[in-house]
């Protein structure tokens, strides 16, 4: 399936389109993400054959919670995490709820910061 990533920065649109393929087993929630010129961070264009994008938590409707994370060595971990919705706003009350939930599942959610979407031009898909 295709992804696209886009942002919007100093009044300039970015966008990169990348390309998710499922894992052997798509009832797990996990996928391969690749971007040009990415190596697929530690998935399939690095040469490695795990998934980099794992679908912690979803409703299959309006939300979902993708982490990853890559190990550099022994001591150098780096872990991401995004909220991903189909509309540019999540209400408050389930945002707090779906943070807690995170925190028990040890994803620091108190790093996440919100994108703004407020006067944000958007992209035809």
Same mark, same amino acid.
């Given at each position: 399936?295709?992804?696209?990533?886009?942002?919007?920065?100093? /009044?300039?649109?970015?966008?990169?389109?990348?390309?998710?393929?499922?894992?052997?087993?798509? $009832?797990?929630?996990?996928?391969?993400?690749?971007?040009?010129? $990415?190596?697929?961070?530690?998935?399939?264009?690095? /040469?490695?054959?795990?998934?980099?994008?794992?679908?912690?938590?979803?409703?299959?409707?309006?939300?979902?919670?993708?982490?990853?994370?890559?190990?550099? /060595?022994?001591?150098?971990?780096?872990?991401?995490?995004?909220?991903?919705?189909?509309?540019?706003?999540?209400? $408050?009350?389930?945002?707090?709820?779906?943070?807690?939930?995170?925190?028990?599942?040890?994803?620091?959610?108190?790093?996440?910061?919100?994108?703004?979407?407020?006067?944000?031009?958007?992209?035809?898909?």
């Amino acid at each position: 399936m295709s992804v696209r990533n886009t942002d919007l920065l100093e /009044g300039e649109i970015n966008t990169i389109d990348g390309v998710a393929t499922l894992t052997d087993d798509p $009832s797990v929630g996990q996928l391969f993400v690749e971007f040009p010129f $990415s190596g697929g961070f530690g998935g399939v264009g690095a /040469g490695e054959d795990k998934p980099n994008y794992n679908v912690v938590a979803t409703d299959y409707k309006n939300y979902a919670v993708v982490y990853t994370c890559e190990y550099f /060595g022994p001591e150098l971990k780096f872990e991401f995490s995004w909220i991903l919705a189909r509309k540019p706003q999540i209400p $408050s009350s389930f945002l707090k709820e779906l943070k807690q939930w995170l925190q028990v599942v040890n994803i620091n959610a108190k790093r996440y910061m919100p994108t703004v979407q407020t006067n944000c031009p958007r992209v035809a898909s």
